[in-house]
């Protein structure tokens, strides 16, 4: 969704109208789409805004378009399907990293959009990571913001929960990795509790068996 859709679209080949899109990018969408096709989601349906529209405003007629935006017109926010489409991908997910609304959500006009995005994120029991000014901008103005707080808690709580679960053997094995390694005795060295003397002078187990055999 948001801006970064209307690339993508065109590189599919669909008329964009006069929505943002970065023409540098189309080749690279182009590749992404012919190696990951099958995994990105993009919108179905788009609502646009007529020529003569201005955002922030009630000027301008609003049509709820397919993935084709007429000449002219351009793509405010994702569709209905999109945003449906989006929230139960969201509900399934176990990680969520949200990076960017679906549209202008300032305008009350096109907020619907990034409105169920964002709820589908609040709601989703995976673990979520909620990335740029604007999303967190957009989950404070549709009110989730004490509920993502809610979410994050029961994250790391879950995550404790995983690391508290570690198989007790795996633990040991964990704790011997990070013990201070012991060494072979190189030659001549001397280990506590080997060690015998010789007037004043400490000798290692085998001196002292030579010492003896001299005796």
């Not at 301008?60 to 139960?88: K, L």
Request: aromatic share 6%; net charge negative.
């Amino acid at each position: 969704g948001g801006g970064m859709c209307f690339t993508f679209l065109s590189a599919m080949g669909h008329s964009i109208g006069a929505s943002l899109f970065e023409a540098e990018q189309v080749d690279n969408c182009k590749r992404l789409l012919d190696s990951h096709g099958d995994r990105l989601h993009l919108p179905t349906d788009i609502v646009a805004l007529s020529p003569d529209g201005k955002l922030f405003s009630d000027q301008g007629e609003v049509r709820h378009v397919g993935r084709d935006v007429p000449e002219g017109w351009m793509g405010v926010d994702i569709g209905p399907e999109s945003a449906g489409t989006f929230s139960d991908i969201i509900l399934e997910g176990r990680t969520i990293l949200w990076n960017g609304p679906m549209g202008v959500f300032e305008d009350p006009r096109f907020e619907a959009g990034t409105k169920v995005v964002a709820e589908a994120v609040a709601e989703s029991r995976g673990f979520s990571v909620i990335g740029g000014g604007d999303s967190a901008a957009a989950v404070a103005q549709f009110g989730l913001a004490g509920e993502t707080a809610r979410q994050q808690q029961r994250d790391e709580a879950r995550a404790q929960e995983r690391r508290d679960a570690v198989d007790p053997e795996l633990r040991v094995l964990g704790e011997r990795q990070r013990a201070p390694r012991q060494h072979a005795p190189l030659e001549g060295e001397v280990r506590p509790g080997e060690e015998h003397e010789h007037g004043d002078r400490p000798l290692a187990r085998r001196e002292a068996v030579a010492l003896d055999a001299r005796r």
